[in-house]
Nanobody, 127 residues
Framework: QVQLVESGGGLVQAGGSLRLSCAAS??????????LGWFRQAPGNKREIVAA???????YYADSVKGRFSISRDNANNTVYLQMNSLEPEDTAVYYC???????????????????WGQGTQVTVSS
């Protein structure tokens, strides 16, 4: 059974920073062969892609976070990170980590291609 566990969420003032982590575990889960994504969902809104990183290290960012957020992965420790800088109240949401087997530049932003999800971590940005 594959588990994705997010951490690092919290309350921060606008302009501040947070670093989210997602640790993956599970038998027969080859972390390095997966595309990892961060999604977010605010109340009343659909879940949306924030950023993704492929098995080869290629990255994808939603337009709303380009230049402010950075995604990275540590295959040795089965962990993916999301560094969030210059946070805005509009970034307030529950942030989810997800894994997609393989993946390509085309499928990286596609929610339905991710088949493993974490439980989410709350990020609240106050104005």
């Amino acid at each position: 059974q594959v588990q994705l566990v997010e951490s690092g969420g919290g309350l921060v003032q606008a302009g501040g920073s947070l670093r989210l982590s997602c640790a993956a575990s599970g038998r027969s889960f080859t972390f390095s062969s997966y595309t990892l994504g961060w999604f977010r969902q605010a109340p009343g809104n659909k879940r949306e892609i924030v950023a993704a990183i492929s098995w080869s290290g290629r990255t994808y960012y939603a337009d709303s976070v380009k230049g402010r957020f950075s995604i990275s992965r540590d295959n040795a420790n089965n962990t993916v990170y999301l560094q969030m800088n210059s946070l805005e109240p509009e970034d307030t949401a529950v942030y989810y980590c997800a894994a997609q087997p393989g993946g390509s530049i085309t499928t990286m932003p596609l929610l339905l291609r991710y088949d493993r999800w974490g439980q989410g971590t709350q990020v609240t940005v106050s104005s």
